[in-house]
């Protein structure tokens, strides 16, 4: 009898292990659980390429959810012959897109951002899943989009250059802005909607045609974001003005390289970035950069602490330390150093304790890194940081749990230019440094390689405005009692230095995507020449 009990425990078990092994080997879109997937039009194997038909010849790639590891759906990417035919379909398509009238134009683009506001939640719930951001800020990435897509509407009516005097009698000096053509996006892991919506929105209106490669690892995104695109530009009987063609460096080198692709804009690593710009100046194409960020928070001594410490807490922790605005350096006061670390421990421990999970579950707010090359990243560069002289104030290790979980980690006792401070990790790995003084802290702030984004917490005027100055924050996007994780679409986004230079979304950034011819007009009966010349 026992043996019989034995051997039906043992049944029982294995039957245990076989739905355990079904459930693991189970892709996460057959699970009711994550239904939203198909209200996107996703499927358990998904076309990467879109040139007015859906294809994908290249090889067939695993999107999997950082928060577990578990494989959300196969990707079968596109072939570099795909790439150049995407190429061909968006040259063509300019011919037709950029004949049509500005206003047009957005009323088009208004119409892709009434579609994204028809699928906020759940492509916002696709960006969270494969990005591994938590829910509201993948909601608010999509957001994005669909703000920009509002902002160039009103574009659409606006765009215009100058009249200019001229010095000749019955003459007139037109300033002409015309679309360049057909533009390339390629966008990063940690914004992989609203990167593309930024550049594409403005594109668009300005009266170009768009091509996108997504980063390989959130090609469902790429993929479920193209289908609404792509729902609109079809119910208005348009060509494909906006292709995508997911796949690897291969067919990222054709893009780059490609004379019909007038506009390459990139964003990701500085080193990468080097590269494509040689590579697109090479030919005379027009390059638009978003690279690194090594980011500073600089609290004064007479900051608002409170203000500070929360502006501190989420542009250290935000998406797990993986923006390109993530505070990545303190620079504190001496002053204040020593309570505001004891307090940014504080919350840490807190933040550790309690709001780490899936980024979908709404009790989340510090959620995975994107995969485990970012874990390895993160674990070499606490090494080297301990190697070079670093306290671990907090943090410093890895999270025993599934997927690509880290500690948020503070290091202090580094000198302010220590080696691995002079580069950015991307992880939540944050270094504090005391200043004696605002001279010393904006030098501190400007001596790094990347000018993206800076801040200041301070009350006093005369510092604001030394900070804001042609000899203060060095960045791109200067911050003062505001955190330096994140920027409104009204001004155009991008920083200096070894971050590239480009800019994004508002401002007068719509004219990167543009040609400007300089137009002189004479309405006289005579042919004056400039300079009251008299050739004979």
Known sequence: MQALRNSARIGVSLNILKQQNRTMSAYLIDDPKYSFLKELGLNK?????????????????????????????????????????????????????????PPRRGEIVRQIGDELRKYLQPLGKLVSLEMGKILPEGVGEVQEFVDICDYAVGLSRMFAGQVIPSERNQHIILEKWRPLGLVGVISAF????????????????????????????????????????????????????????????????????????????????TAVGRDIAVDVQRRFGKVLLELGGN?????????????????????????????????????????????????????????????????????????????????????????????????????????????????????????????????????????????????EAIEWNNEVDQGLSSAIFTKDITSIFQWIGPNGSDCGLVNVNTSPSGAEIGGAFGGEKHTGGGRESGSDAWKQYCKRSTVTLNYSRELPLAQGIVFE
């Open 295 to 439: 980011n500073a928070l600089v609290i004064n001594d007479d900051a608002n602490f409170d203000m500070a410490l929360d502006a501190a807490f989420f542009g250290c922790v935000g998406t797990a330390g993986q923006r390109c605005t993530t505070t990545r350096r303190l620079i504190i006061h001496e002053s204040l150093y020593d309570k505001f670390l004891s307090e940014l421990v504080r919350r840490y421990g807190n933040l550790l304790k309690n709001k780490v999970g899936h980024p979908l579950e709404s009790a989340t707010l510090f959620g995975p890194l994107h995969n485990q090359v970012a874990v390895d990243n993160y674990k070499n560069t606490i090494n080297e940081a301990v190697q070079q002289g670093g306290k671990i104030e907090f943090g410093g290790k890895t999270i025993d749990r599934p997927g690509f979980f880290v500690e948020p980690t503070i290091i202090s006792n580094l000198k302010h230019n220590a080696p691995v401070i002079m580069k950015e990790t991307f992880a939540p790995i944050v270094y504090v440094l005391k200043a004696k003084n605002l001279d």
């Open 45 to 101: 194997v998904n076309s990467g390429v879109y040139n007015g038909k859906w294809t994908g010849n290249g090889p067939t790639v695993k999107s999997i959810d950082p928060a577990t590891g578990q494989v959300i759906a196969e990707i079968r990417t596109g072939t570099v012959d795909e790439m150049d035919e995407c190429i061909r379909v968006g040259t063509e398509a300019y011919k037709t897109w950029s004949n049509i009238a």
């Open 190 to 269: 940690n914004f992989p909607n609203a990167v593309f919506g930024w550049n594409a929105a403005i594109a668009l209106t300005v009266g170009d045609t768009v091509l996108w490669k997504g980063a390989p690892s959130t090609s469902l995104i790429s993929i479920a974001t193209t289908k609404i695109v792509a729902d609109v530009v079809e119910r208005n009987g348009l060509p494909p003005i906006s292709t995508l063609c997911q796949g690897g460096a291969d067919v990222g080198r054709k893009l780059v390289n490609d004379d019909r692709v007038k506009l390459v804009s990139f964003t990701g690593s």
